[in-house]
């Protein structure tokens, strides 16, 4: 028989956790490999330290606050890549639109990564994830007001690069002409 660290409340509440913690994780470094190993890390310290938790309602904020403690921490060892991965979706509509809709998530991720760390985080925590302002200021240890400025100026960039793909793609696209016929 092998010896768990999980009781059973406590492997239930952070199993529930995982898919959103690596979704996050993804959203900052772009890769999955990382991703995993960034969600793996933060759970690995969450059980290590779930003693410590005094106030279980705030559990979002304290896991999440360690998932970025531990992307701080990989940004200190090693440089981050600017790659991002192929991603593929399962779906049940039609082709046409799964590729539609696989375009727009890879123009949106590609926007989202061009933007400087801070203001992605804050999008990826607010915007793609659903914190509260005041939840992403404990989880990135940054005064509220940070956070609102960082959130507003990301949210524009994000429109102008969007905006200005899209019109780049229209302005290149091949002229189509038909010719009729007598």
């Given at each position: 028989m092998?010896?768990?660290l999980?009781?059973n409340?406590?492997?239930?509440?952070?199993?529930?956790?995982?898919?959103q913690?690596?979704?996050?994780?993804?959203?900052?470094?772009?890769?999955?490999?990382?991703?995993?190993?960034?969600?793996?890390?933060?759970?690995?310290?969450?059980?290590?330290?779930?003693?410590?938790?005094?106030?279980?309602?705030?559990?979002?904020?304290?896991?999440f606050k360690?998932?970025?403690?531990?992307?701080?921490?990989?940004?200190?060892?090693?440089?981050?890549?600017?790659?991002?991965?192929?991603?593929?979706?399962?779906?049940?509509?039609?082709?046409?639109?799964?590729?539609?809709q696989?375009?727009i998530?890879?123009?949106?991720?590609?926007?989202?990564s061009?933007?400087?760390?801070?203001?992605?985080?804050?999008?990826?925590?607010?915007?793609?994830?659903?914190?509260?302002?005041?939840?992403?200021?404990?989880?990135?240890?940054?005064?509220?007001?940070?956070?609102?400025?960082?959130?507003?100026?990301?949210?524009?960039?994000?429109k102008?690069?969007?905006?200005?793909?899209?019109r780049?793609?229209?302005?290149?696209?091949?002229?189509?002409?038909?010719?009729?016929?007598?």
């Amino acid at each position: 028989m092998m010896f768990s660290l999980f009781t059973n409340k406590k492997q239930k509440e952070l199993r529930n956790k995982r898919e959103q913690l690596y979704r996050v994780a993804y959203s900052w470094c772009n890769d999955a490999l990382l991703a995993d190993d960034l969600t793996n890390e933060a759970l690995h310290k969450a059980l290590e330290k779930w003693t410590n938790l005094r106030d279980k309602s705030s559990i979002n904020s304290w896991l999440f606050k360690i998932l970025a403690n531990c992307w701080y921490d990989h940004l200190r060892k090693i440089k981050p890549s600017e790659s991002i991965d192929d991603i593929v979706l399962v779906d049940h509509e039609t082709p046409e639109q799964l590729l539609q809709q696989q375009e727009i998530i890879i123009q949106v991720r590609k926007a989202i990564s061009l933007l400087p760390m801070g203001q992605r985080q804050v999008i990826t925590l607010v915007d793609l994830e659903g914190f509260s302002y005041e939840e992403v200021a404990a989880i990135l240890n940054i005064p509220i007001g940070t956070v609102m400025s960082r959130l507003s100026r990301g949210r524009q960039s994000l429109k102008n690069n969007l905006l200005k793909k899209n019109r780049d793609a229209i302005n290149n696209a091949p002229k189509i002409t038909l010719r009729s016929v007598k």
